[in-house]
């Protein structure tokens, strides 16, 4: 196994931060309302986690499995539905969590099968925007942290299943490794 040289990005103190920061604005826009978290597996369960406990505002969650990567870095554009949502979201506030938007395939895919649902709103939050490798229009509504480039992993974020149990997040240097 070739060993992964990765240097610290973001640090659990900098995710907790901007999971609060991004808990207040949602629990502002929606006061005396229930939310759907929406959380899509398996990168965004320690996101979804942290974010549901800083959350003031009362929070179902349910999640969905999606598949665009496999064991490649990039996406394959082509995506895959692997688990759906158990609950009904006609009529309710749903917010995506996603830990990473990069392409936007996978996001664009969801978002666009769960408004033919008739959700009552429907918002994105991401914990990690990633600008440099975007291929469709679609934005977040909540962002925690925006970065151009690089591969990442850590809190949830993994290459080939790996380093998602990682507190932090660390970007891979690719001169070592196969990775772009």
């Known amino acids: 196994m070739t060993e992964v040289h ?3 990005l973001f640090s659990r103190e900098r995710i907790a931060t901007e999971i609060a920061r991004l808990a207040g604005r949602i629990d502002e826009e929606y006061a005396g309302r229930e939310i759907l978290l929406v959380s899509v597996l398996k990168g965004s369960l320690l996101f979804t986690a942290d974010l549901l406990r800083a959350l003031k ?3 179902a969650v349910d999640f ?8 490649d870095t990039q996406s394959s554009g082509i995506v895959e539905f ?3 949502l158990e609950t009904p979201i006609r009529n309710r506030d749903v917010i995506i969590v996603e ?3 990069d392409s936007g395939y ?3 895919a969801l ?3 769960l408004l033919m649902q008739e959700p009552r709103s429907l918002k994105i939050c991401t914990l990690i925007d990633k600008r440099a490798r975007r291929e469709v229009a679609i934005e977040a509504d909540y962002v925690g942290i925006s970065m151009e480039d690089g591969f990442i992993v850590g809190y ?6 790996k380093y998602r149990q990682l507190a932090d997040i660390y970007l891979v240097k690719p001169e070592e490794t196969s990775l772009p």
């Not at 969905?64 to 064991?71: E, F, T, W």
């Not at 949830?156 to 299943?161: I, K, N, P, S, T």
């Open 6 to 8: 990765m240097d610290l």
């Open 57 to 59: 505002t009362p929070a």
């Open 64 to 71: 969905v499995r999606l598949a665009s990567y496999g064991s």
């Open 82 to 84: 692997r688990y759906n």
């Open 99 to 101: 830990d990473i938007v």
């Open 106 to 108: 996978t996001l664009e």
């Open 111 to 113: 978002y666009n099968k």
């Open 156 to 161: 949830g974020l993994d290459f080939d299943e």
